[in-house]
């Protein structure tokens, strides 16, 4: 499965921005999705993810209430929506797939990555 991230951007802080990870080539509904982020000098973390039906989801503490992440099956799309944003979520967003049955946390779990998309958080 082939995966495109799109809907980064400069927001200030408090704003809100709405990621979109569609996927290509695969069978979407057999994939658990989920987004993962990189700042500068840090390791690639975990953010969020769904599973196949989307009725599982989970988020890491630092995002929880304020990040949804939601699936489009019409749409083979993932979707991570982030309000009251805040400086330290500034990173580069990852989505990525994997055929396992739950979400994991751990990136090497995953065998698909979308490219990025940029995320600055700034006034």
């Known amino acids: 499965v082939q995966l495109q991230a799109s809907g980064g951007g400069l927001v200030q802080p408090g704003g809100s921005l709405r990621l979109a990870c569609a996927a290509s080539g695969g069978s979407f509904s057999t994939y658990v999705m989920v987004w993962f982020r990189q700042a500068p000098g840090k390791e690639r973390e975990f953010v969020a993810g769904?599973?196949?039906?989307?009725?599982?989801?989970d988020y890491a503490d630092s995002v929880k209430g304020r990040f949804t992440i939601s699936r489009e099956s019409a749409k083979n799309t993932v979707y991570l929506q982030m309000n009251s944003l805040k400086p330290e979520d500034t990173a580069v967003y990852y989505c990525?797939?994997?055929?396992?049955?739950?979400?994991?946390?751990?990136?090497?779990?995953?065998?698909?990555w979308g490219q990025g998309t940029q995320v600055t958080v700034s006034s």
């Open positions: 990525a797939a994997t055929n396992l049955r739950n979400i994991y946390r751990r990136n090497a779990i995953y065998d698909y």
């Open positions: 769904i599973n196949r039906s989307g009725n599982s989801t």
